[in-house]
């Protein structure tokens, strides 16, 4: 199933593809899927009053994979990740129906802790968000919550690699988040995000307040997480989308799940015509 690599006859390329793409743009991971899905999403309305922001939206997250939710600003992307991990609990004007079922479990049931749950679920926020406190410290943050009785500072260290930051952090563990670069508080806030072992994932367009550089790095990580988490991330970039994902979910205005399938199919051959034209630019 991988994509053929650009020493092949290049005049064979497909004319069918509806944006520009090539092999190292369109993701081609093909990271194996594995077992059951992470989330199985039935049916799921969102309400903010009577305004209806997502309109029965069926997905299955797979596991260990990376899914990209794109569409025009309005559709209800952000609204759809903080279903994830109830975050939505915390707006007075959203209300919820349908299910947003945990590897069986439904996560708005009564029993449900939303605390617990969303140390099994990290979220990583738009506009990088560290505490006023230490990088040691924010790191451990989520570790001191849940009374980790391990070792902190291994963990602390082991997540800053896997946040590709440690490098440039290690001899200032001791000063404060606040005092690093834009990207490397995203990588901050990423390293806080996976330090308590989350099972998934969620970033809400992470690289969009980034430059070009700091935006690679983000991706290269992103790739890096999926062989461990869940990945489930909103993003405006097409090309992002294209290049970090396996599987694509685009939303339309008024919140409705369109499309959702296998990256490649999105960018170069989606089954509805809205979802070409949204891709192509002809609205959005
Ligand atoms: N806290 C809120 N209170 C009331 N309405 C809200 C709230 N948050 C979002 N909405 C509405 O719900 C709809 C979906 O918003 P949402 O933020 O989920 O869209 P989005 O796809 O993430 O957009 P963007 O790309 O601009 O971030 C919009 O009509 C928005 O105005
Ligand atoms: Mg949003």
Redesign the pocket.
Known sequence: MSTQDSTTDESEESGEAIIETSSDVVSSKSRPTSGPPVFDVEDLDVF??S?Q?LQSVDMEIPSKQVTALI??????????L?CLNRMNDL?D??RVEGEVNLNGKNVYDEDVDPVALRRKIGMVFQTPNPFPKTIRENVAYGLKIQGYDGDIDARVEKSLKQAALWDEVKDQLDSSGLDLSGGQQQRLCIARAIAPDPEVVLM??PASALDPVATSKIEDLIDDLAAEYTVVI?T?NMQQAARISDKTAV?LTG?ELVEFDDTQTIFENPADDRVEDYITGKFG
Do not use: Q
């Not at 569409?71 to 759809?80: E, L, W």
């Open positions: 903010y009053g305004e922001a569409g025009p600003s309005g559709c209800g992307k952000s609204t759809y903080r707006i004007a959203a809400d367009e909103v405006h939303f919140g």
